[in-house]
């Protein structure tokens, strides 16, 4: 079955950075483009970043464009967000997926990002 194992999310002030990975399992990840969603209380989960299978392609929104990078090592069927210049607007509950059929099917339990000073 597929799985994510999200982690690297904790309590940073603004301005301050943070890694997220997921770790995924019954399915090798190569072969599908990833992305990162999260979701804040009260609000919609919501696109955050993507990646091609290759790793070649990667899109952003618009919020966290030049503050986040997402990568991907295939190798250890892992991808990554670095989150640097965190700020009050991204604190949410970070979840990875396979942007593949059946979409949004499989979620791992997220991660926690707090911003606070």
């Known amino acids: 079955q597929v799985l994510f194992v999200e982690s690297g999310g904790g309590l940073v002030q603004p301005g301050g950075s943070l890694k997220l990975s997921c770790a995924a399992s019954?399915?090798?990840?190569?072969?599908?483009?990833m992305s990162w969603y999260r979701q804040a209380p009260g609000k919609e989960r919501e696109l955050v970043a993507g990646?091609?299978?290759?790793?070649?392609?990667?899109t952003y929104a618009d919020s966290v464009k030049g503050r986040f990078t997402l990568s991907r090592d295939n190798a250890k069927n892992t991808m990554y967000l670095q989150m640097d210049s965190l700020n009050p607007e991204d604190p949410a509950v970070y979840y990875c997926?396979?942007?593949?059929?059946?979409?949004?099917?499989?979620w791992g339990q997220g991660t926690q990002v707090t911003v606070s000073s």
């Open positions: 019954g399915f090798t990840i190569s072969s599908y483009g």
């Open positions: 990646i091609s299978s290759t790793g070649g392609t990667t």
């Open positions: 997926t396979r942007a593949a059929w059946p979409w949004y099917a499989y």
